[in-house]
């Protein structure tokens, strides 16, 4: 897939950890003069004649990001081992492939090898007179399938076998009543997610039984941001998180941090989603189901704030604890910060236009 980079096997600290720096966004209202070149580079006259100068609040805003690497990847455990021997004939599903009771996985020797759910595996033929828990479960398939509407007691009895005759005129193999070890891969639950594991099960492949070939996966991949432990500082709990994935924006929030267990210099940042649901939502297939995955992260270390903007070394932090800004006459106006980044401020409590002395705390020569 483009858009995401996938990393099979790859170790999260041979990943550079790269950052962006922080974002800062000023907009502008139309017809106001705004002193940038006093605020990051004074005339040289005023820093002859002064240690300060005079700059005019404006409307504006302001708000900061950090773009990091985050990290997908698809949680997976054994779910079920393959009992047929002989010829992979066919492979009929696709890893991380939603299947459901009954659906082909692979043929062997030309014969279908289908999966449903059960705690207790595969493990020998089933025919008339046998009894016990992978019997109720065959129940439990052809039941769900609409061939047997009688009790899953676990007993193949007459009604079991017709039902397991109707079963095989439907994948087209021989009817002869006997369900055999390799006919059926039972998995703990379905419908889910599961995986065939390529490197085993593959068109020509020689199977001896007893592979574990089936891999359940979990409901939704997993998303960490690794982080140095100054970057992840700047990332406590709730804050929100913009991830992209080829064509899909997806929100989340940091859920906690927890350092890497294969570098001590890494520490990573798992993300849940912003609400109900998946992080990935119902697009969560264009995360591989293999391997590890890259995704662009926009960190929102400052949330976008609008009002009255500020350079921050205009704030004077005053004996009451109050902060104040110095007008051209020398009248302090007492402020409230509402936000900060990247050394401006949005403030309340003065107006766009007032001309404020920066660095608040400089005094005139002379």
Known sequence: MTGNTEVSGARRRGWPLVAAGGVLVLAVGAGVGWAVSAVFAPPEDALVEAPFTFVELVDGEVGSSVSLNAVAEWPQ??????QAVG???SVSVAAGDE???GQVLYSVNLRPVVVAAGATPSFRSMSRGV???????LQGLLAGLGLFDGDADGVFGWATEAAVRDWQDSLGIEDDGVVQAGDVVFVPSLPGRVAVDEEVVYRGASLAGGEEVVSGLAVEPTFTIPATAAQAAMMPAGTRVELTAQ???????VAGQEPDPASPDVVNVGLQADGDGAICADRCGLIPVTGQSLLSAKIITQPTVTGVVAPSAALRSDPDGSVSVIDETGVAHVVTVVASAKGMSVIEGAAAGLRVRVPATG???G
């Open 77 to 82: 455990a054994p779910a079920g081992t393959n």
């Open 87 to 89: 010829t992979v004939t």
């Open 99 to 101: 299947v459901a009771p």
């Open 131 to 137: 009894s016990g828990a992978d019997v109720a479960q």
């Open 247 to 253: 064509d899909a924006a997806w929100g989340a929030v």
């Open 363 to 365: 005094e005139a020569s």
